[in-house]
């Protein structure tokens, strides 16, 4: 039997931004009164900007994973993102997130990730990048009809700037009471 990890390449978010989010989630979660099971609200703590979703990846290949980060975070220097806006993916609204803003650096950064991992041999997802934080994923069309119109307001609410100082490879366990992410190696961009 073949051991295999759920992986994610992800730059981790200050905690001062994470504080600010997590202000607006709450505020959301009391203001729309949603019946019971139909958001699953993300954990403050693993609230992360995802960059590449490798998926199920074998123990034989994660030291390779771990590599190609390395080598790829040495060629790149640290940068701010700003966390600005509020919006929603999927009509209806299947998700609500925090926007990262036009930031070359992290542009530059994924995209070599995604290159070094497909010309590695590894599946990632085709399409294209969109930095942003996820707040929530909804289960029930009427609560993302809910929150659509609850976060017009904040589609341009400011978080605050998030220094990436580093790049994380993540193992996402999955487990009845929702995801816990473990930091299988964090690379310093230089």
């Known amino acids: 039997m073949v051991n295999a990890m759920r992986l994610f390449i992800a730059v981790e978010i200050d905690a001062a931004v994470r504080e600010q989010i997590e202000r607006i989630r709450q505020r959301l979660r009391k203001e729309s009164s949603l019946p019971k ?3 699953k609200w993300v954990e403050p703590e693993n609230t992360h900007l995802t960059l590449i979703f490798l998926g199920e990846t074998t123990d034989d290949h994660v030291m390779e994973v771990c590599r190609i980060v ?3 975070a040495a060629a790149h220097s640290a940068f701010d993102m700003e966390v600005k806006g509020l919006g929603t993916f999927g009509n209806p609204a ?3 997130w925090a926007g990262i803003t036009g930031n070359p650096a992290l542009k530059v950064l994924q995209t070599n ?3 070094t991992f497909e010309e590695a041999g ?6 294209e990048f969109s930095g942003h934080l996820t707040l929530c994923r909804i289960k029930a069309p009427s609560a993302g009809d809910v929150l659509k119109r609850k976060i017009e307001p904040l589609r ?3 978080f605050g700037v998030s220094f990436a100082d580093s790049v994380c490879v ?9 995801p816990k992410y473990a ?3 964090r690379v310093k961009l230089k």
């Open 37 to 39: 099971g139909a958001v």
């Open 70 to 72: 390395e080598d790829t």
């Open 94 to 96: 299947r998700v609500v």
């Open 113 to 115: 990730l995604r290159r």
């Open 122 to 127: 590894f599946p990632v997802e085709n399409r």
């Open 156 to 158: 341009d609410e400011l």
């Open 170 to 178: 993540f193992e996402s366990q999955l487990s009845g009471g929702g």
């Open 183 to 185: 930091v299988v190696r």
